[in-house]
């Protein structure tokens, strides 16, 4: 019991917040999810940390995704129409220019859509029914996650863990849905969390940008600050565990997480966190 207290544990979970097509309102759609580097993450590139795995959406080149991106917009107006898809296709085709001219504090890895609110954190109001949701089966999760993470007693990485690189101390993730796939044995392994899922109203599925993930961090660890791949979507953390000296700086700004809570932000702010207990 000692062990887990001292972790700081938290669910992660993404949600879109692009325009609703068309219309000048936006429109929330969720992804439970973390895009984590794995453990192959060692290279640096302009000061920030990158993995070399080849499944990594935000860490390989991306030419390739926006021609995909690109071309199943062109088969989705055949289908449909163009109208009022201009600018996601204008956002597409632009892509190099939007990605350069972006500030040092919000860069995008890979897909930048414009005239999206611009803000390091969001209102729970952003998402107040999945985070009311989410809050509301917080003894759920957390009975799952403890359930998990009593394996890390026999086992420096039990399986369905993935060690993650950083700077100091150790970062574990445990995946649900990795970049739009469902991970199948670890999702039997938390049936009611899973199932909870697919109870969030904006639950992104089948995209590259949509994960669930319990995450980890252990006394010591800082995760070295980086972008996430897009700003298309709000990443939201549940609190798990959440002992104190641990911290969330996004744009610059700091913020705690807490024990039930969920905390709502824009991973396409440079970003980084620790726990320093």
Same mark, same amino acid.
């Given at each position: 019991?000692?062990?887990?207290?001292?972790?700081? +544990?938290?669910?992660?979970?993404?949600?879109?917040? &692009?325009?609703? =097509?068309?219309?000048?309102? *936006?429109?929330?759609?969720?992804?439970?999810?973390?895009?984590?580097?794995?453990?192959?993450?060692?290279?640096?590139?302009? /000061? $920030?940390?990158?993995?070399?795995? *080849?499944? &990594?959406?935000? %860490?390989?080149?991306?030419?390739?995704?926006?021609?995909?991106? !690109?071309?199943?917009?062109?088969?989705?107006?055949?289908?449909?129409?163009?109208?009022?898809?201009?600018? @996601?296709?204008?956002?597409?085709?632009?892509?190099?220019?939007?990605?350069?001219?972006?500030?040092?504090?919000?860069?995008? #890895?890979?897909?930048?859509?414009?005239?999206?609110?611009?803000?390091?954190?969001?209102?729970?109001?952003?998402?107040?029914?999945?985070?009311?949701?989410? #809050?509301?089966?917080?003894?759920? @999760?957390? &009975?799952?996650?403890?359930?998990?993470?009593?394996?890390?007693?026999?086992?420096?990485?039990?399986?369905?863990?993935?060690?993650?690189?950083?700077?100091? /101390? #150790?970062?574990?993730? $445990?995946?649900?849905?990795?970049? /739009?796939?469902?991970?199948?044995?670890? &999702?039997?392994?938390? *049936?009611?969390? !899973?199932?909870?899922?697919?109870?969030?109203?904006?639950?992104?599925?089948?995209? =590259?940008?949509?994960?669930? +993930?319990?995450?980890?961090?252990?006394?010591?660890?800082? @995760?070295? #600050?980086?972008?996430?791949?897009?700003?298309?979507?709000?990443? %939201?953390?549940?609190?798990?565990?959440?002992?104190?000296? %641990?911290?969330?700086?996004?744009?610059?700004? *700091?913020? +705690?997480?807490?024990?039930?809570? +969920?905390?709502?932000?824009?991973?396409?702010?440079?970003?980084?966190? $620790?726990?320093? /207990?």
């Amino acid at each position: 019991a000692t062990a887990v207290v001292a972790v700081a +544990c938290l669910l992660v979970l993404f949600v879109w917040y &692009c325009y609703h =097509v068309g219309r000048e309102q *936006p429109r929330a759609y969720t992804t439970v999810n973390a895009l984590m580097q794995s453990a192959e993450a060692n290279g640096v590139q302009n /000061g $920030f940390v990158y993995c070399h795995s *080849p499944e &990594c959406v935000r %860490c390989t080149p991306h030419d390739g995704l926006n021609q995909k991106l !690109y071309h199943n917009l062109q088969e989705y107006a055949k289908r449909y129409s163009w109208s009022g898809m201009g600018r @996601i296709h204008k956002g597409i085709r632009e892509q190099g220019r939007y990605l350069n001219s972006r500030p040092s504090i919000q860069k995008p #890895e890979v897909f930048f859509l414009p005239d999206l609110p611009t803000m390091p954190y969001f209102s729970r109001d952003a998402q107040k029914h999945d985070v009311e949701l989410l #809050e509301r089966n917080f003894q759920t @999760i957390l &009975c799952e996650f403890e359930t998990l993470y009593k394996a890390f007693s026999n086992c420096s990485l039990p399986q369905g863990w993935k060690m993650n690189s950083t700077p100091s /101390g #150790e970062w574990f993730t $445990f995946y649900l849905v990795n970049q /739009g796939m469902c991970v199948p044995r670890n &999702c039997r392994r938390c *049936p009611r969390t !899973y199932r909870l899922l697919g109870s969030l109203r904006t639950c992104i599925g089948n995209n =590259v940008f949509g994960n669930a +993930c319990i995450s980890v961090l252990s006394p010591g660890t800082v @995760i070295a #600050e980086h972008y996430g791949p897009t700003n298309i979507r709000i990443r %939201c953390h549940l609190g798990l565990k959440t002992p104190s000296n %641990c911290e969330l700086v996004v744009g610059g700004e *700091p913020q +705690c997480w807490a024990e039930g809570r +969920c905390l709502l932000f824009d991973d396409s702010f440079l970003h980084t966190a $620790f726990h320093e /207990g």
